[in-house]
């Protein structure tokens, strides 16, 4: 094993979860931290701490003797929740990551990873289905979503001054939806492929399922073996500037819904509802950065991880394990 000890913060988490493993594999020392224990399988870390990140004194306890921090924890859901919790959200996540970035430079950390997200792109650009793809320089003029947005936006720029003013190296990375096996699936905080396969594997062949919006909205979807991999490459590399990670694989969410419905094997009826939220119209991520950075982005297609991820949560809901469904959450971010 190598000498180099790692911290995955949001260890607990789905994209936490995926990357402890991706990181033991890589034969990395890794410290695990999260609020809750992961919540579907063991956690593959070889330490794992329950705490409290909003907490300064935790934040120094959790980046204590640590090489790398990747940083993933956060308060977070899908459009429903997103759009409901503007307080709690911006005040955790602030909570979380001024004092994580603090006691990491304070520690000695060498690199900071940055979980941010494309929630972070002004609204003024997302308005239409066929959007034009996202360009890291969008960034500004400024219009980020509300309250989740706002908070990574600024915490993208508090890595940036930590980096041109103390030296100390960042990283950050603007996910666009991840998805797979052992995300949220229920309870409030799902996104879109997980809420549409989860209501799709509870209905007989032939049922209807409620959707969010008019169908018509578009996203691009990145399978997290995909984001686990980006994110480590990203790391390594030398570049200290925000970049997409996301596939340019441009989906209405009716497209969705039957790219899940094939793999169940079912005919699904479609019921919208136009009044719930539904986020920006259209958001698809522009690689250009990420290919000249890394030479590398993500490939893995929508019609094939969907697959395992329908797969394994049909396996959860035929054991009964949904949680209740809150009916204030879900869909894209
Ligand atoms: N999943 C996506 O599509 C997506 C898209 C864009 C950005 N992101 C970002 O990626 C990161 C990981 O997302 P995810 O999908 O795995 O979400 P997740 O909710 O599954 O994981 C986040 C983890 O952070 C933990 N956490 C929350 N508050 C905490 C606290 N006070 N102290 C310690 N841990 C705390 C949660 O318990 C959870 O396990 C987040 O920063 C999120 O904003 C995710």
């Avoid at 994580?100 to 304070?106: Q, T, Y």
Wanted: with cysteine; net charge negative.
């Amino acid at each position: 094993m190598s000498e180099k000890t790692v911290l995955v913060t949001g260890a607990g988490g789905f994209i936490g979860h995926h990357l402890v493993d991706y990181l033991v594999r890589k034969g990395l020392r890794v410290r695990g931290v999260d609020i809750k224990a992961p919540e579907y399988a063991p956690t593959a870390a070889h330490d794992f701490r329950l705490l409290d990140l909003r907490v300064e004194k935790n934040c120094a306890i959790a980046t204590a003797g640590v090489d790398e921090v990747y940083h993933l924890a956060a308060d977070m859901g899908g459009i429903g929740y997103i759009t409901s919790s503007h307080a709690a959200i911006s005040l955790h996540n602030t909570l979380i990551n001024v004092h994580m970035l603090k006691a990491a430079r304070e520690a000695g950390v060498k690199r900071f990873l940055y979980s941010s997200s494309a929630c972070i792109y002004p609204q003024y650009l997302q308005t239409k289905p066929d959007v034009t793809p996202l360009r890291e320089d969008d960034a500004f003029p400024a219009d980020p979503e509300e309250g989740y947005g706002l908070e990574k936006l600024y915490m993208e720029k508090l890595c940036q001054y930590f980096t041109e003013d103390w030296g100390f190296p960042t990283r950050t990375v603007r996910f666009h939806n991840v998805y797979g096996p052992l995300g949220t699936y229920s309870g409030g905080r799902e996104k879109a492929p997980a809420a549409i396969s989860r209501k799709v594997a509870e209905i007989a062949d032939g049922g209807t399922i409620e959707i969010w919006g008019d169908g018509q909205q578009t996203r691009s979807f990145m399978h997290v073996d995909d984001c686990v991999e980006g994110i480590y490459r990203i790391m390594q590399s030398d570049y200290d500037r925000p970049l997409n990670l996301g596939t340019d694989e441009l989906v209405t969410i009716d497209e969705l819904v039957d790219l899940v419905a094939m793999t169940a094997g079912k005919t699904v009826i479609k019921r919208h509802d136009t009044s719930r939220p539904q986020g920006v119209r259209g958001r698809n991520s522009d690689n250009s950065r990420l290919r000249s950075v890394l030479d590398w982005e993500p490939h893995i297609m929508l019609k094939d991880g969907i697959v395992p991820t329908y797969r394994w949560i049909e396996q959860m809901v035929a054991g009964g394990a949904a949680q209740l469904h809150d009916p204030a959450a879900e869909a894209a971010e």
